[in-house]
């Protein structure tokens, strides 16, 4: 009986024994199994390359970037990398079952990155990175839209044009804070759709509704024999980055070879507002454009943080003025004139006085040159140690009284905005004046509008011809265009009945409107958006060059009340088409918030901001991209339906992980991680490098653009 029990007890460890091990090769199987679902690990991306503060492209490079808007940079990727960014990118178009045949019709969209991170790569190099740094400043930050820009054999040359801003409004500006770069992993010869530039162009033409950014047919052959350019292709090598100004005119080409080309487009920001450079000179020898050489002398001096090295009387008549304002390459000239000329800032100044006509004018293009001149004016003004109290009582009495006409209202906040540099105005009571008039417009400017009709100060030549009439708006497009001249107004929905009257001198002709009925819930809204983002930008600019305590303050406050309420707003906001406003704002605010905790990074606001930061990074990561719809190529009229809320979120990200606290960016991540929404192969612990390949969550295949 022992013996019997003795063999039956070693019967059952030995089926004991072997029960797990059957269980492990069962787990083992599935894991297996599992493994082969899961989609293939992403190598990280190298580290960051360093650069030196002292590096910088040489003089040549950035002035010739100055005049003609772009600049080259060769040899950037390896064959290794270029082929790995071709086909991971021809393999997502596969997946997703897109053909050839089509054109910019990428289905990862702004997921470039988290499927190459190669692409990442490229921008790190030291080459990009000194580049990008000569142009921005230090600290710059890449803007979450990247793309990837296929062109199929049998394609057609698009119209040249300015891309847009995702959809919103946006302001063009003339000084650097905005870029795009495009890299090329092929040999790009003509046939293959070498991308066509418009070279120094980035000054001139229209901004504001989507089709005014367009330029075809004789406009296009007129523009050219004005701005003394011509349209050129850009042939280049594989591994090469062309670097352009964001406001230069280009356009993609036909491609009459049997190859896909592709391009991948980056944006770039600019946070700091100083520049490596402090002794750059301007040399006319550059460009064969007199017009545009006054533009890039003023640029220089901005650069160089310092006022402009020569200061010219002004001795141009009223009547030549008058002449320069129906021409636009004349008219920029102009105000950049007034701008740099003795004692412009002077209220008797014949210059400045026709500059204050043309803003009051109410004719769009005529308000938006005059802000340019009027922010080269105050900067200038400040910089030479001029009195530049009137000009800014002057600017903020137009902000108040203009808060319901957006063209006005948004010029002047912008004009604010684009001085950039505000530590050599002294007087406290002059920044607070500003920065109260901002703060004021901002919180009470809401979906109430006086229509903007424009008045006749003495700006137009008295010869000129005068013609009135009548024309509707088509229903695809708030531009009209009559007897040649393109007539725009931010407040002309489609099917609008305008009065208008164009005004013509030796060809050159002029158009506005004088009278309309405005349908306030369409097309004003994108008007209002521009007058709020633009005093929060300008807001955020002062906040971040002045040291005065209580500005400082008061943007912060203006800030964290903005983000508040965008982290509280975001489940309205997304799948809503009417609250494009909000999601300008929030854009802006999140640079805005890089801008700001850069310049101050530490205190009791600053740690409100960042907070918020966080739960907006949250709120937006939990947002169903089920209602989106579709928001295709060239569908420059909309942010799409989450109203640019992807971009909010990766600049707000971008912000945390600049900051010193990195406690937020902490909670941020473990937000992220929670709801799914970071690369499979992430740990509970943050990872920086799986933070930077996250895939955008409101990118879908229907949604990439």
């Not at 950049?336 to 769009?364: N, T, W």
């Not at 080269?376 to 109290?389: H, P």
């Not at 007539?487 to 009257?501: D, M």
Request: glycine residues 8%; proline residues 5%.
């Amino acid at each position: 009986l022992q013996f019997l029990y003795f063999i039956d007890t070693k019967k059952k460890k030995e089926k004991k024994c072997k029960l797990p091990r059957a269980k492990k090769k069962l787990k083992g199987k599935r894991k297996t199994a599992e493994a082969a679902k899961q989609p293939a690990v992403v190598p990280p991306p190298p580290p960051p390359t360093s650069v030196d503060p002292a590096e910088k492209l040489p003089e040549n490079d950035i002035l010739g970037f100055l005049a003609n808007g772009y600049v080259l940079l060769e040899n950037v990727g390896n064959d290794e990398t270029n082929k790995n960014i071709i086909e991971l990118n021809n393999a997502a178009m596969l997946r997703e079952g897109v053909g050839e045949g089509v054109r910019n019709h990428t289905p990862i969209g702004n997921n470039c990155i988290a499927e190459a991170p190669e692409l990442r790569a490229v921008i790190e190099t030291k080459k990009v990175k000194t580049a990008l740094r000569s142009i921005l400043g230090d600290k710059y930050i890449l803007h979450p839209h990247v793309i990837g820009m296929n062109n199929d054999p049998g394609s057609k040359c698009q119209t040249v044009h300015k891309d847009s801003f995702f959809g919103f409004e946006g302001h063009r500006h003339h000084t650097p804070w905005w870029v795009m770069a495009m890299y090329y992993p092929q040999d790009t010869p003509i046939e293959m759709a070498a991308t066509s530039i418009i070279p120094g162009s980035q000054y001139y033409a229209s901004e504001g509704g989507f089709d005014s950014r367009h330029l075809e047919g004789s406009d296009l052959t007129r523009a050219q024999q004005d701005w003394s350019t011509a349209e050129t292709q850009m042939t280049c090598k594989a591994g090469t980055l062309l670097i352009v100004h964001y406001d230069l005119f280009h356009r993609g080409m036909n491609n009459t070879s049997s190859t896909r080309r592709w391009m991948f487009k980056y944006e770039f920001l600019r946070v700091e507002i100083a520049s490596p450079y402090t002794t750059l000179s301007w040399n006319p020898s550059y460009t064969k454009d007199a017009h545009k050489s006054v533009i890039c002398e003023y640029i220089v001096s901005w650069l160089n943080g310092a006022a402009p090295s020569t200061a010219r009387e002004f001795t141009t008549a009223k009547s030549e003025m008058q002449k320069c304002v129906l021409s636009e390459h004349t008219r920029v000239s102009l105000v950049y004139e007034i701008a740099l000329s003795k004692g412009s800032s002077s209220a008797d100044h014949v210059g400045r006085q026709f500059l204050s006509g043309m803003l009051a004018s109410g004719v769009p293009e005529l308000v938006r040159t005059a802000r340019h001149g009027f922010a080269a004016l105050l900067y200038t003004g400040m910089k030479r140690g001029y009195d530049v109290g009137n000009v800014i009582e002057e600017l903020v009495k137009t902000l108040r009284a203009s808060e319901k006409i957006p063209q006005i209202a948004s010029a002047v906040a912008i004009a604010f905005a684009d001085v950039g540099d505000w530590s050599a105005l002294t007087d406290e009571k002059l920044l607070v004046q500003v920065t109260d008039a901002l703060t004021s417009v901002f919180v009470r400017n809401e979906d109430i509008f006086t229509p903007n009709l424009v008045t006749l100060p003495e700006i137009f030549p008295s010869d000129a011809k005068v013609e009135t009439g009548i024309v509707e708006t088509s229903k695809g497009s708030r531009t009209v265009t009559t007897n040649g001249v393109v007539l725009q107004s931010l407040l002309a929905p489609k099917g609008t009945s305008l009065k208008y009257q164009t005004r013509t001198v030796g060809g050159k002709s002029i158009g506005y409107h004088v009278a309309g009925v405005v349908n306030m819930n369409s097309a004003v809204r994108t008007g209002c958006c521009n007058v709020k983002a633009g005093c929060l930008a300008a807001l955020c600019v002062i906040g971040s060059s002045t040291t005065v305590d209580v500005v400082v303050k008061s943007v912060f406050g203006v800030l964290s009340n903005t983000l508040q309420r965008g982290v509280h707003d975001v489940p309205n906001i997304n799948g809503d088409m009417k609250r494009t406003q909000q999601g300008e704002i929030l854009m802006e605010a999140t640079v805005g918030a890089a801008r700001l905790l850069n310049a101050h990074p530490i205190g009791s606001q600053q740690s409100e901001v960042l907070a918020l930061l966080s739960q907006f990074v949250g709120k937006v990561a939990s947002q169903d991209p089920s209602k989106n719809f579709p928001r295709r190529p060239g569908a420059g009229g909309h942010p799409g339906a989450d109203q640019g809320l992807r971009y909010s979120m990766g600049l707000a990200i971008t912000a945390l992980l600049a900051h010193p606290q990195q406690e937020y960016i902490h909670e941020a991540y473990a937000t992220l991680y929670k709801l799914r929404r970071l690369p499979p192969e992430s740990g509970r612990g943050f990872d920086r490098a799986a933070l930077l390949r996250k895939r955008c969550h409101l990118t879908t295949a229907q949604h990439a653009f």
